[in-house]
C-alpha cells in the first residue's frame, strides 16, 4: 500500500476518533461537563492525537529505515566479481535502484504485466527500451546481475511495503483503541494532550538540531576523506593554489583564505562606518517621518539578490575603478574584476545589514540613559559618543561579526567581481578570488568525484565553516554579555 | 544661555529663580499642565505634592527643558530663570540643563562603573583640571549623597549593579557633581530607608545655603521637615501655593486639605 493512502487512512482515524471520544467522555460523565476532568475536545484531541501520532512515527522510521535494509541486503547479495572494472560498488547499486524503480514504473503505468516483469530476462526483450518509455534511461545496457540484484530489490521492496502497511494501520488502531477505551470522566485528557504537543515540539526542535548535525557530518567525512589522499600539511601550509585534473596538483588553502580576508576587510571598511553612521543619523537625530522614509529604503537594499550586486560589480564599479586606476589612470589595475571591485560592492551589499542591525541595538538603549544624560547638560553627540555607543558597542561589535561572516560566505559578487585568479598579493587592484568561489569552480567541472581535485571542495567548505562558526559564537557570546548591561 | 549682567541684591532678600506664567504642557491631546503661574525662590526648598498622575514630574522637566526630547509633549507660557525666558530660541537647552540639574524619578545610572557615572558631568563641562581634582569631586559629590561608605572600595564597579536605593543615591551624587544653581529632585527617597532619607534630606538642607531645590515628595512629612514652600499639584492645576508651614496647618483650599489629611490621593 503506498504511504500517501496510508496517511490518508490514519488521518480519517484520527478525525474519526475526534468524533468519537468527545461524546463518549460526556457519556461517562452523565452528560454533565464539569464531572469531565477535562473540557471534552481535549478526550477528543486525545483519541485523534493517538491513532495519528504513533502511526506516522512508524511510518517515518519505516521508510528510512526500509530503504536502507534493502540496499544493504542486495549489495551483500551483489556477486563482487561482477562490479565491473571502471565502477565501484555503489555506483553499481544505484543503477540497480533505477532499474528496479523502473521496472516498478512500468508495472504501474501498465507497460507490462507484473508477471512478465517478474520474468524479464537480459537478453530477451530489450529493458533498456522499456525503461527509456517509461523516462528512466540509462547510461548502459542493464547486465544480468544488475537484473538479478534490482529483482531481488523489488521482491523485498514489495514484502516491506506490505509489512509496513501491516505495521502502521497496526499502530493506528492500536493508539485509537488504546485512547478511546481510556476516555472516562476521571481521565486527565487535558495533560496528556499538553504532553503530546510538546513531545511534538521537542520532535521538530530536534529535527532541525539533526539536520545541522548531518550536514556537519557529511562535511566532516569527505573532508577526512580528502585529507587521506592529500597530506592536510600541504593543504594548510602551501602558498600555491594550482589544480590541474590531471593529477600533480598543488592545493594550497593560503592564497584563497588571504582573498577570503582581504575582500572582507575591504567590504567591512565601506560597510562599518558607513551602516553605523546612518544607525546614528536614523536612531537618534532623524525626525520620525524621515525614519519612516528612509528606514524601509536602506532596507529594500537587503533585499536585493547578491548576483545582482554581482552585476553591479562587474559591469559599473570596475570599468568605473580601471577608468582612474588602470593604464589611463594611476597605471597599477590590470582590469576590472579585482578585489577593490569585490570588496566595495560587498561592503554596500553589507550596509543595511550593519545599519539595521545597528539601529535596532541604538534603539533598544533605554531612553532613560539619554535622559541622564541631557539631564547632566550633555549634547547630542556627547550623549550618543559617552553613553549611547558604549552601551550598545558590544551589539555592534556582534553585528559587524555577523557582517564578516556573510562577507566570508559570498560567493556571486567576488566570481563576478574579483576574478577567479587564486593569488598571494597585497595590490587591492589585482584579481583574486575566495574560497567560496574556488569551492563552486571545483564542484562544477567533470571532475572524478573522488579525486583530490573534487574533494578539496570539502575541505574548503569546513575550513570556512570553521571560521564562520567561530566568528558566529564570537558574536552570540557579546550579544549575550551585552543584554545584562543596562538591567 | 546668554550672558546677562545679573544685578547685585541684598542677601537676606531672597530672589526670584525660576517664574512661571501661564504654562501649559500638552502630552499630544492630553493637557497635563493647565495654566500654572509660580515663583520659586532662589536658596528655598520648594515642595511639589499631589496625587499620582498630577503633572508634578511634567512641570519639573518643563523647568530644565526636558521635555524637548519627548516628541509629543508641547509646552506653552512662559517661563524665566533669572529673568530670561528659557523657551527663547537664543537659549541653549544643553548650557540650560548644565544649570539646572535634575534627579529622575526612576534611577538611571549609565551602565559604566560607579567612579565613571559621577566623573561624567565634571569631564562634560571641564569642571576638574586633573585626575586629583576629579577624585575629590567625586569623593565629595558620593560623600554628599551618603553612599561613600557603601561604594568606596568598588569605585570601578558598574553602577547598575547597586540596589535600587544606592543607584538613586548615585544619581543624586551625579546630578551634584556638576554644581547646579538649582536641583530639581524628582522623588530622590522613594526607595530609601530612613536613615539614608534623613541623609539626603541634610543634603538638601546644605544645598539650599547656595542653591535652590525643588523636590517631589509622595511623603507629606518629607515635605514638611525640607521645604520652605510648597506647591499642591491636582489634575495639572496648581491648586496651592505657599509657606510650608501655612499649607499643613492652614490650607486654603479645600483640596488641599483632603489631600494633605489622606481623604483624595
Ligand atoms: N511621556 C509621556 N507621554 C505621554 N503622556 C505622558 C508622558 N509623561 C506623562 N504623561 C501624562 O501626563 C500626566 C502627568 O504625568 P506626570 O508624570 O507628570 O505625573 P506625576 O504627578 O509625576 O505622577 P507620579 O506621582 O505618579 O510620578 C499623566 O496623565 C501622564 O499620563
Ligand atoms: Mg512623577
Known amino acids: ?487 | 544661555m546668554y550672558d546677562t549682567p545679573i544685578l547685585e541684591k541684598p542677601v537676606d532678600q531672597k530672589d526670584i529663580k525660576f517664574a512661571a506664567r501661564g504654562v501649559q504642557v500638552y502630552y499630544g491631546d492630553n493637557h497635563a499642565i493647565k495654566d500654572v503661574d509660580v515663583d520659586l525662590e532662589d536658596k528655598t526648598v520648594t515642595a511639589f505634592i499631589g496625587p499620582s498622575g498630577c503633572g508634578k514630574s511634567t512641570f519639573l522637566r518643563c523647568l530644565n527643558r526636558m521635555n524637548d526630547t519627548i516628541d509629543v509633549c508641547r509646552v506653552e507660557g512662559d517661563i524665566q530663570l533669572d529673568g530670561e525666558d528659557i523657551y527663547d530660541k537664543r537659549v541653549d537647552p544643553v548650557q540650560l540643563r548644565a544649570k539646572v540639574g535634575m534627579v529622575f524619578q526612576k534611577p538611571n545610572p549609565f551602565p559604566k562603573s560607579i567612579y565613571d557615572n559621577v566623573a561624567y558631568g565634571p569631564r562634560i563641562h571641564g569642571l576638574a583640571g586633573n585626575k586629583a581634582e576629579l577624585d575629590e569631586i567625586v569623593e565629595k559629590s558620593l560623600r554628599r549623597a551618603a553612599i561613600w561608605g557603601e561604594v568606596k572600595d568598588r569605585l570601578d564597579a558598574p553602577g547598575t549593579g547597586l540596589s535600587g536605593g544606592q543607584q538613586q543615591r548615585l544619581c543624586i551624587a551625579r546630578a551634584v557633581a556638576t554644581e547646579p544653581e538649582v536641583l530639581l529632585m524628582d522623588e530622590p527617597c522613594s526607595a530609601l530607608d530612613p536613615i539614608a532619607t534623613a541623609q539626603v534630606e541634610e543634603l538638601i538642607d546644605e544645598l539650599r545655603e547656595n542653591y535652590s531645590v525643588v523636590i517631589v515628595t509622595h511623603s507629606m512629612q518629607q515635605a514638611a521637615r525640607v521645604s520652605q514652600k510648597t506647591a499642591f499639584f491636582h489634575l495639572g492645576n496648581l491648586v496651592e501655593f505657599g509657606e510650608t508651614s501655612h499649607i499643613f496647618t492652614n490650607p486654603t483650599d479645600e483640596r488641599t486639605e483632603s489631600y494633605i489629611t489622606g481623604r483624595i490621593g
Not at chain 1, 540497480?96 to 501498465?110: C, E, K, N
Not at chain 1, 507484473?114 to 527509456?132: M, W, Y
Not at chain 1, 514484502?159 to 483503541?177: E, I, K, M, P
Not at chain 1, 521538530?204 to 548531518?214: E, Q
Open chain 1, 1 to 487: 500500500m503506498p504511504a500517501l493512502w496510508l496517511v490518508v487512512i490514519a488521518l480519517a482515524l484520527a478525525t474519526l476518533g475526534f468524533f468519537l471520544g468527545r461524546p463518549r467522555a460526556l457519556a461517562t460523565g452523565g452528560g454533565d461537563i464539569r464531572a469531565l476532568h477535562s473540557r471534552p475536545a481535549y478526550y477528543g484531541w486525545n483519541v485523534a492525537l493517538s491513532s495519528l501520532v504513533p502511526a506516522m512515527g512508524v511510518l517515518l522510521i519505516w521508510m528510512l529505515v526500509q530503504s536502507f535494509v534493502v540496499n544493504s541486503t542486495v549489495a551483500a547479495d551483489f556477486p563482487a566479481q561482477a562490479v565491473p572494472e571502471d565502477q565501484t560498488l555503489s555506483l553499481v547499486m544505484s543503477d540497480v535502484g533505477r532499474v528496479a524503480a523502473g521496472i516498478d514504473l512500468a508495472v504501474r503505468r501498465g507497460v507490462i504485466s507484473e508477471t512478465d516483469a517478474q520474468n524479464l530476462q537480459v537478453g530477451g526483450s530489450n529493458i533498456r527500451d522499456l525503461l527509456a518509455q517509461v523516462g528512466k534511461p540509462l547510461a548502459s545496457d542493464v547486465i544480468e546481475p544488475v537484473l538479478t540484484a534490482a529483482q531481488e530489490y523489488r521482491a523485498l521492496a514489495s514484502t516491506g511495503n506490505t509489512l509496513r502497511g501491516v505495521a502502521v494501520l497496526g499502530v493506528a488502531l492500536l493508539g485509537f483503541g488504546f485512547a478511546f477505551l481510556r476516555t472516562n470522566s476521571t481521565f486527565r485528557a487535558r495533560n496528556v494532550v499538553e504532553s503530546g504537543i510538546r513531545t511534538l515540539l521537542v520532535l521538530a526542535a530536534c529535527l532541525a538540531v539533526l539536520t545541522t548535525l548531518g550536514i556537519v557530518l557529511s562535511l566532516v567525512f569527505n573532508t577526512i576523506e580528502f585529507f587521506k589522499i592529500y597530506p592536510a600539511s600541504e593543504f594548510f601550509l602551501s602558498l600555491t593554489w594550482a589544480p590541474s585534473f590531471g593529477g600533480g596538483s598543488e592545493l594550497g588553502i593560503a592564497p584563497l583564505l588571504w582573498g577570503t580576508f582581504y575582500i572582507s576587510i575591504i567590504a567591512l571598511a565601506v560597510a562599518v562606518p558607513i551602516g553605523l553612521f546612518s544607525a546614528i543619523y536614523l536612531s537618534e537625530y532623524a525626525t520620525p517621518k524621515v525614519r519612516a522614509l528612509a528606514k524601509p529604503l536602506i532596507e529594500v537594499l537587503a533585499g536585493i539578490p547578491t548576483i545582482v550586486y554581482g552585476l553591479f560589480a562587474l559591469l559599473t564599479v570596475g570599468p568605473l575603478l580601471v577608468s582612474v586606476f588602470g593604464d589611463d589612470g594611476v597605471g597599477i589595475m590590470q582590469a576590472g574584476t579585482a578585489v577593490m571591485t569585490a570588496g566595495l560592492v560587498m561592503g554596500i551589499m553589507l550596509i543595511p545589514f550593519v545599519s539595521s542591525l545597528s539601529d535596532d541595538i541604538i534603539n533598544a538603549v533605554p531612553q532613560a540613559m539619554r535622559d541622564g544624560s541631557f539631564g547632566l547638560g550633555a549634547t547630542k553627540s556627547e550623549t550618543i559618543r559617552q553613553v549611547i555607543l558604549p552601551a550598545a558597542l558590544p551589539g555592534i561589535v556582534g553585528a559587524i561579526l555577523l557582517a564578516a561572516s556573510r562577507a566570508i560566505g559570498e560567493t556571486m559578487i567576488v566570481v563576478l567581481g574579483a576574478g577567479a585568479a587564486a593569488r598571494l598579493s597585497l595590490n587591492p587592484f589585482d584579481a583574486m578570488t575566495t574560497v567560496t568561489a574556488k569551492i563552486v569552480s571545483q564542484l562544477t567541472g567533470d571532475a572524478d568525484f573522488a579525486s583530490p581535485e573534487a574533494l578539496v571542495a570539502f575541505a574548503l567548505g569546513m575550513t570556512l565553516f570553521v571560521i564562520t562558526l567561530g566568528l558566529n559564537v564570537l558574536a552570540l557570546y557579546i550579544v549575550r554579555k551585552y543584554r545584562e548591561q543596562y538591567e
